[in-house]
């Protein structure tokens, strides 16, 4: 059995790293072919990724893309496809931020207020997709991708003066009140930067994630009905709340993914606070396979390509290529997956019936002895 | 090895049927046959020259045609669309093959309109859109693979009749079987396959069903035959006046559950005979909760059970081996020892509290596996890669675990080789011997009329007919199946009449009961 | 639609007493009482609230420009779901369509930037067709990864492309591409005139089908003809052909289609091919005739608009161009900033829900019924509290619609019965 488990592991770990080879080899074909040289590029990417610096950046914009993988992942678990993260982790920032910039009670309070906040927000906006799903049928990946405009949508008419926004010093931006000094959360005074405080809380999301999911009964129920539906209804599971629950509680865990940057940050919901970490998320849970360690590591890679494509930038190449990168390796990864899971499967069907052979030959070998 | 050392030889224009037992290498046959799969070694010939089939087309250019016994049909097109769907060349997709269709049907007594929807026809129009299917791209050799195996005796004979009319023809149909009965009455000859090689042939009209049936075993047969009652007078399961309507899309209701009553004691094993589709998939959905009733009580044990959660009902003591247990009772990627805990997670040993106990369930699946001859190398392997045998008796394990009151076994053998057949047989003989209560729903009229205590037919939602299973026959049974019975089946007066030499006394399994 | 059952097919289930499958396929003439109800009540709400603008030609024309695109995707849904492909990846698809379609068409014609689109959008499919019909990937997650890098590819290109040398100069810039030559637009001309006119007078009813029908006489690109000629034909294909009976019979029951000797990895190879070039004629159509150029975000979830069309038209063509119809209506509103007219409509909505309402009290089924009767009650406060609904709310129309509409959508609908599974070659037996 054991051995089993060791192939599993190298197999697991194969299938991420020909994804990632691959789709270095693709960038570079694609550099190459648009006239720029490819390895030099990649060693300034590696050699800037590396510093003390870059090491705290990519902490800490991992932080936030763990969080997004885990939300997204709790979906994948349930074979639900929550594309919705970015709008939900949007609204939940925002109005938490709101929220913040609107009291002014002891840190203590107020921080675990904003979390709360963010995280009620999240799960409602997730729950009216899976309210949808459970009463009229409606995919959830249509419901929340259009649920994500309409929070845009939201976020765009209460950004406004007059309403919950208001207009900083300089006049060139619009953003709620900051919230007050004594809710920032507390950071790693490490050198030359910071880390942010926040790391703390996504470390204990992803035990929470892992624990819930392998070792408490409702997160069995929850595998299986991701698993087979008409299994886990005819073992008593209600279907239908474990789809609301699970788009509720991944709606929740959208709504930490602005929190690092909204009380380690930022302090403030404005024009420029990150977009589109929704379908980061949904690229790391996929790179990830769902499983918290490997989430984490997507996340460090995510943010170690973001450091290196941005220094590019200043070397004459384009940041953009960092969209390319990720676009392969998501791709990638997905095949290599399917196939090292199919390999898999045949290898262990084969081993199955020739280790069944081999006892059924010992048996007969033992009962002519004994005859 | 699959099957080694066939040797066959089928006359034009006659009946051949191959028998054998589950598993003894006839799929594997067949498919070779037709051309889905091709031998390491060996020979066919068809009409004296050697041909070799790379894919079902050529088997169908060669005359071959195979009517699966897991019928090939989408169900949302219509029955012209299924027939011309491959061949649209040979009369097209229109007016054509709707004429093709309609003469086809019509020479061979087959009744069948082109328009019609696949989804709404039943299970032996279908099998005969099948055998068009075949008709209409020029087979001359038909095969039929377990033809029988989801037909009521009446549609048997409407069926053995049909294949008379294409012998007439002179087409040749190669007919694969284990119900010896059948076998017997429509053949003209029988070749016999066990574990994988032939080893016999047989002339039907000088050999018995039980010469023939110790061709295809080989050994002793096991049977699901019962010797002393256990049934006490304890009530178990009380089912009263349930009744369950579905609407149709077209807003038409259908009484699916119509008034069911019955009371199973413990110790006893109450059977349910009846075609699919009338009513016993809702029944045992009912029962395990998973649908609301429009009216009717449960009573488990005493306890009404009408409103109480499946969940809840189950940790009470009811325990199911669903009628598909690929889609209710396994997990199929996920190890063993996660599907010992599927319906069962909030009992232990799956869990102390709110926390699974992964060490006890893993434990216990050790176990499990042991005591019910689970054959797999270990218990972290996927229940995907156990055969359908070993998945149903590692069900069974689990089922009988946790202290069940009430065993419900939806067609439990279904899809299971013969030795795990008997195992659970004897599972089932055994826990009804400590007290439990069974309701069993099956097809197959032997295992029903073996296991029972009490037999009782479904028939449109309604429980039409009860008979004794120590003495009813499965002609009996059939007609109350198919609406024609009603009532308490009794065995006609005059028995024996048309024994060709087998002692009816002695229920043999294998026996279709129609000896002739 | 998130059937992503990798189990394979059960045995067909026998049925007994002969109940019809809710097959209920809308007949002509229904289908033209459900437009000419419409129609009564789109007038009614210009009448009652005076916001001229809702049954405009103008509105009309643009409707039908924004109903192109959408439709187009909802057909490349179409066909790829039909052959049991579900694709998810139309919006990327559609992103390339556009990306290419703006880079041939500005350096060159503006049909040559539709070809280069279409193009553009096959390649996607291939993409996704090699994905999920050769390696078995879950079709709703390759769907995702392809948006992902269709949006990597074209933002990278973007910039590399438009915003150096002579593009630069012609106008682009990292998001945005030079702009393309205009394709013809057809307006038959007297008929046009004569529509304006009448539409002038505001007369009940009649000044609203003539301005419905002016809209759809004006100034309407070749390209919405090709669309809609692209409609006909997959009709055409689909159900009259053998070559659409074996692409749909892979969708319905690919094994059975396998043991008839359909090559279904073949057949589902072309329809998610053909797709992918749908998705990306619609995105060239966004940038080609919509507007001229290519802009970074242009699709704005267009391609999943089409999806939910699809679904809307139950998988067929018609139903989907009626569904397109609506969504693109919508969307016509939120371009055309009609504050007023979206004010108008809620007006509409009131009155829907509040018979949905009644209606399901009168079956009996208090939650839905009570549930409705609350919404309508405060979308009819919302209405009368203002005059006309904000600018950020209105940019949201399409998608709120979009949302309505599914949830408010019968049941009745029947998807191609493998859609979403994974098919392997000789998994049948």
């Known amino acids: 059995m054991k051995k089993f488990d060791k192939e599993r592991l190298l197999l697991g770990i194969a299938a991420p790293l020909l994804a990632i080879v691959v789709a270095f080899l693709v960038t570079a074909l694609v550099l190459a072919a648009t006239g720029k040289e490819p390895f030099s590029a990649f060693g300034i990417m590696f050699d800037y990724g590396l510093k003390s610096d870059s090491q705290v950046y990519i902490l800490n914009k991992g932080t936030t893309y763990y969080l997004a993988g885990l939300a997204v992942a709790i979906g994948f678990r349930m074979n639900l496809f929550n594309i919705g993260v970015d709008g939900q982790y949007r609204l939940a920032a925002f109005f938490a931020a709101a929220l913040g910039g609107a009291l002014t009670l002891p840190g203590a309070l107020q921080i675990p207020m904003i979390i709360l906040t963010a995280m009620i927000v999240g799960a409602m906006w997730a729950g009216i997709a899976g309210v949808l799903k459970v009463t009229r049928g409606v995919s959830e990946v249509v419901s929340t991708i259009m649920l994500n405009s309409i929070a845009t949508a939201i976020i765009g008419y209460l950004l406004q003066q007059g309403r919950l926004g208001h207009l900083d010093e300089a006049g060139t931006k619009i953003s709620t009140t900051p919230i007050p000094e004594s809710s920032h959360f507390f950071e790693f005074p490490t050198t030359p930067t910071p880390v942010w405080g926040f790391i703390v809380v996504a470390v204990v999301a992803g035990f929470a994630y892992w624990f819930t999911l392998g070792r408490t009964r409702f997160g069995f129920d929850l595998r299986t009905v991701g698993q087979s539906g008409s299994a886990a209804e005819a073992s008593g599971v209600d279907v239908k709340k474990m789809v609301v629950t699970s788009m509720l509680i991944s709606g929740a865990m959208a709504g930490l993914i602005g929190m690092p940057t909204l009380l380690n940050d930022s302090y403030e919901y404005s024009g420029d ?89 010992r048996n007969s070998d033992q009962q002519e002895v004994s005859a | 090895m699959a099957n080694h050392d066939i040797d066959i030889t089928v006359s034009r224009g006659t009946v051949h049927a191959l028998v054998g037992e589950n598993g003894a290498g006839k799929s594997t046959l067949m498919k070779i046959l037709y051309g889905m799969q091709k031998p390491d070694e060996g020979t066919i010939s068809v009409d004296g020259e050697q041909v070799s089939f790379g894919s079902p087309g050529d088997a169908i250019n060669r005359g071959i045609g195979m009517v699966h016994q897991h019928f090939m049909l989408a169900d949302y097109l219509t029955v012209l669309e299924n027939v011309v769907l491959g061949s649209e060349k040979l009369h097209g997709i229109g007016d054509r093959a709707r004429a093709k269709i309609k003469e086809i049907s019509d020479a061979y007594g087959l009744g069948i309109r082109p328009d019609a929807v696949v989804e709404d026809l039943g299970v032996a129009d279908r099998q005969r859109v099948e055998i068009l299917k075949v008709l209409y791209r020029g087979a001359r050799t038909l095969i039929l693979d377990e033809p029988t195996a989801v037909l009521v005796p009446q549609e048997v004979d409407a069926l053995f009749d049909n294949l008379r009319e294409l012998k007439a023809e002179g087409l040749t149909v190669i007919f694969i079987s284990h119900k010896l009965g059948e076998v017997l009455s429509v053949a003209d000859e029988i070749t016999v396959i066990r574990r994988g090689t032939t080893v016999g042939t047989a002339d039907p009209a000088n050999t018995t069903s039980k010469q023939l049936a110790e061709l295809m075993v080989g050994s002793e047969l096991p049977s699901p035959e019962t010797r002393e009652s256990t049934v006490t007078d304890i009530p178990m399961l009380t089912v009263e006046d349930l009744r369950l309507t579905a609407t149709d899309p077209d807003g038409v209701v259908r009484a699916v559950l119509d008034g069911i009553t019955f009371t199973i004691h ?181 295992e029903l009329i073996g296991l029972s205590d009490t037999l009782r037919v479904m028939y449109r939602g309604r429980l039409v007919a009860d008979a004794d299973p120590a003495t009813v026959t499965p002609e009996e049974l059939g007609s109350a199946m198919t609406g024609a019975a009603a009532g308490h089946l009794e065995a006609p007066g005059a028995t024996g009449s048309d024994d060709a030499g087998a002692d009816s006394s002695e229920t043999d399994p294998r026996d279709g009961g129609e000896d002739r | 639609m998130s059937a992503t059952a990798t189990s394979t097919p059960p045995p067909a289930a026998p049925k007994v007493s002969g109940g019809k499958g809710g097959r209920t396929r809308l007949s002509f003439p229904v289908v033209l009482l459900i437009i000419a109800g419409a129609l009564l009540a789109l007038s009614a709400v210009r009448a009652v609230t005076g916001a001229q603008d809702v049954t405009s030609a103008g509105q009309i024309s643009a409707a039908l420009a924004m109903a192109v695109p959408i439709g187009l995707a909802g057909l490349g849904g179409l066909w790829a779901e039909r052959a049991g492909v579900v694709n998810i990846g139309l919006e990327g698809m559609m992103i390339l369509g556009t990306f290419f379609g703006a880079w041939a068409g500005w350096q060159t014609d503006p049909w040559i930037g539709v070809l280069a689109g279409v193009v553009g959008g096959m390649l996607g499919g291939l993409l996704h067709a090699f994905a999920t019909v050769t390696f078995g990937v879950d079709h709703i997650i390759s769907g995702i990864a392809i948006n992902i890098l269709a949006l990597g590819f074209t933002t990278y290109f973007a910039k590399l492309w438009f915003n150096t040398g002579e593009a630069a100069e012609a106008g682009g810039s990292p998001k945005q591409s030079p702009p393309a030559d205009s394709i013809t637009t057809v307006t038959v001309p007297g008929l046009s005139d004569w529509l304006h006119s009448v539409e002038k007078h505001h007369w009940f009813f009649v000044s609203d089908f003539a301005g419905i029908l002016g809209g759809l006489v004006t100034h309407v690109s070749l390209l919405t003809l090709v669309a809609a000629a692209l409609f006909v034909g997959t009709f055409f294909v689909l159900w009259k052909t053998s070559f659409g009976l074996r692409l749909r019979s892979c969708g319905e029951n690919p094994v059975a289609a396998e043991s008839l000797g359909v090559n279904v990895y073949r057949y589902k190879y072309i329809a998610v091919i053909i797709s992918g070039g749908l998705a990306g004629l619609g995105g060239a159509f966004l940038s080609l005739v919509t507007s001229h150029i290519y802009n970074e975000g242009q699709t704005g979830g267009r391609g999943y608009i089409g999806l939910a069309a699809m679904i809307f038209g139950n998988w067929r063509p018609g139903g989907l161009a009626m569904g397109a119809g609506l969504f693109g209506f919508a969307d016509a509103l939120q371009l ?22 009644v209606w399901k009290l009168y079956r009996k089924r208090f939650v839905p019924g009570v549930v409705s009767a609350v919404i309508a009650a405060a979308v009819l406060v919302w209405y009368l509290a203002t005059d006309t609904v904000p600018t950020e709310f209105v940019s949201a129309t399409p998608y709120v619609v979009t949302l309505l509409v599914l949830s408010l959508s019968a049941q009745r609908l029947r998807m191609p019965k493998a859609d979403g599974m994974r098919y392997r070659k000789g998994q049948g037996k």
């Open chain 2, 266 to 446: 413990k110790g006893e094993v109450l059977g349910i005979a009846g075609v699919e589709g009338n009513g016993q998939s809702e029944l045992v959905d009912a029962i395990m909760g998973m649908r609301t009733l429009d009216t009717g009580a449960l009573t488990l044990d005493g306890a009404d059970i009408s409103r109480v959660a499946t969940r809840k009902r189950r940790e009470d003591g009811m325990a199911v081996i669903p009628e598909d247990r690929h889609r209710h009772g396994l997990l199929l990627d996920a190890p063993l020892w996660e599907n010992r805990m599927l319906g069962h997670v909030t009992e232990k040993p799956n869990s102390k509290g709110a926390f699974l106990d992964l060490k006890a369930a893993r434990a216990d699946t050790e176990r499990i596996v042991r005591e019910y001859d689970v054959r797999t190398p270990g218990i972290e392997v996927t229940a995907a890669s156990l055969s359908g045998g070993n998945q149903q008796k590692l069900i069974v394990g689990r089922e009988m675990s946790h202290n069940p009151k009430l065993l419900i076994a939806a067609h439990p053998t279904r899809g299971v080789d013969v030795g795990a057949q008997a195992q659970i047989w004897d599972q089932i003989r055994e826990a009804r011997h400590e007290g439990l209560a069974v309701l069993l729903i099956s097809a197959d009229l032997d």
């Open chain 3, 336 to 357: 055309r900033n009609g504050g007023e007219s979206v004010h108008a409509l809620l007006l509409l909505l009131v009155v829907m829900l509040a018979v949905l309402a």
């Open chain 1, 273 to 361: 606070f990150p977009v589109g970490i929704g379908f980061t998320g949904i690229a790391i849970a996929l790179l990830g396979r769902n499983h918290p360690v490997g989430i984490a590591l997507g996340a460090l890679l995510w943010g170690f390509l973001e450091r290196g494509t941005g220094k590019l930038e200043f070397e004459g190449y384009d940041k953009e290529i960092v969209g390319v990168i990720q676009g392969v390796i998501v791709l990638c990864v997905v095949i290599a997956y399917e196939v090292v899971r199919r390999y898999g499967l045949k290898r262990q069907q084969s081993r199955v019936g020739a280790e069944l052979a081999a006892k059924a030959a």
